[in-house]
């Protein structure tokens, strides 16, 4: 039984998928987020499309970091990840304009002072701003604060997303085909509209980056950021405080783990805009890691992922604070690549320049090929990794 699982934590959500499992799944199974007739407008050339997300337990390091070093604008970012695992998930359908966006905040009052909210909210509207430079346009129509100490032990951060969209202008990986390529973009490094270094650790994994990574001070001090009924031996295993400076002498563990999840929205405007008809597929490498586009690609087809980016700092340092092999970390965590955008190798240069302009780095991260069962095969490091 892996760390992760051990920590009552699932990275592929398998109890969920089963409970779901005999609702609507849209009007287009394999996009990427579900797609509905338009029920608020009746338009049967529009769709509906609604998306719930969060920053797990992302708020978590944010509260040590906060205790820690003082350094409350620490929750900006939270803001920014509970959006940003929204958006990103919509622009994988096509959608990057005109959304509402309500937010659902609950906290432990005795722990997470008003001035934390204020962060929250006003982290949120400066990223709608700063989206808004770029066309993106998300209007911020308020939600819910909740003040629930018996069921949140420090503060949830959560949203939700809504839009109407063209039918026509709909991603639906229905186009994804052998003979593909995947280009993949960092999810690491600084762009244009980042005002500092990414990590790329984005949203998803963090309980086991918490625990893998920060000692047992925190345990011991901060008994109120983990479950109780945790075997010890499972609890903040590793030897580092959130201000131990790693990687370089301007990054410390807290910066690094709590790096907001950067977004592709102004990447995917100007492709989505400009570029449609060439995108056969988007894949927001979330919950699953690299694993994720197994869920999204047709059926008779092999993913072949065999020049992914060289593996960022972050994540090498989980992996050495956790021992967790290579299989586990593709899993759980996107390993520097967090978008995969599915295209004819023609096309390929296009999608490629259009993010390096953005200052993102991408590359030909893979290739689908015809196959009697779905399947993946990951090669990285040295290591060849299957997925059926």
């Known amino acids: 039984m892996s760390l992760y699982a051990k920590r009552g934590v699932s990275a592929q959500k398998e109890e969920v998928h089963a409970a779901t499992q005999h609702l609507d799944q849209g009007l287009f199974p394999k996009a990427f987020c579900k797609v509905y007739p338009d029920l608020l407008g009746g338009d049967a050339d529009w769709v509906n499309v609604m ?59 005795l722990l997470i ?8 909210i006003s982290g949120s509207q400066e990223l709608f701003d700063t989206l808004a430079d770029f066309g993106v346009n ?15 032990r420090t503060v949830a951060v959560n949203g939700t997303m809504s839009v109407r969209w063209p039918k026509s202008k709909i991603v639906t990986n229905e186009n994804i085909a052998a003979g593909d390529v995947i280009v993949g973009l960092a999810s690491y490094g600084q762009s244009v509209y980042e005002s500092s270094y990414n990590s790329g650790i984005g949203s998803n994994g963090l309980t086991s980056a918490r625990h893998d990574v920060l000692s047992k001070y925190y345990a011991e001090h901060f008994p109120m950021t983990y479950e109780p009924t945790l075997s010890d031996d499972v609890v903040y295993i590793g030897k580092h405080r959130m201000t131990d400076i790693v990687m370089d002498e301007g990054h410390n563990v807290g910066q690094l783990l709590l790096s907001p999840t950067r977004t ?117 490091a040295g290591e060849t990794i299957i997925f059926e």
């Open 138 to 152: 998300i209007a911020y129509l308020g939600g819910e604060t909740a003040d629930v100490g018996d069921v949140v």
């Open 264 to 380: 592709y929205a102004p990447v995917l405007k100007k492709l989505l805009t400009e570029n449609f008809d060439q995108i056969h597929g988007l894949v927001h490498c979330s919950g699953g890691g690299q694993t994720k586009c197994m869920k999204f690609v047709p059926e008779g087809v092999r993913v072949v992922k065999d020049n992914l980016f060289a593996t960022p700092y972050i994540f090498e340092l989980i992996q050495q604070c956790s021992g967790a092999d290579m299989r586990e970390m593709m899993q759980v965590f996107n390993m520097g690549c967090r978008l995969e955008i599915y295209c004819s190798e023609a096309n390929a240069a296009t999608m490629i320049d259009t993010a390096k302009a953005f200052g993102i780095d991408a590359q030909i991260i893979g290739r689908v090929e015809a196959s009697d069962k779905k399947m993946l095969t990951i090669e990285h």
């Open 113 to 120: 002072p008003g001035e934390v909210l204020e962060q929250v």
């Open 51 to 109: 998306h719930a997300d969060g920053a797990g337990t992302k708020s978590i390091l944010a509260y040590l970091y906060w205790k820690e070093t003082g350094d409350i604008s620490v929750w900006k970012g939270i803001a920014q990840d509970a959006i940003v695992m929204n958006l990103d998930d919509l622009l994988c359908v096509g959608i990057h304009d005109n959304i509402v966006f309500n937010s659902t905040i609950d906290r432990n009052k």
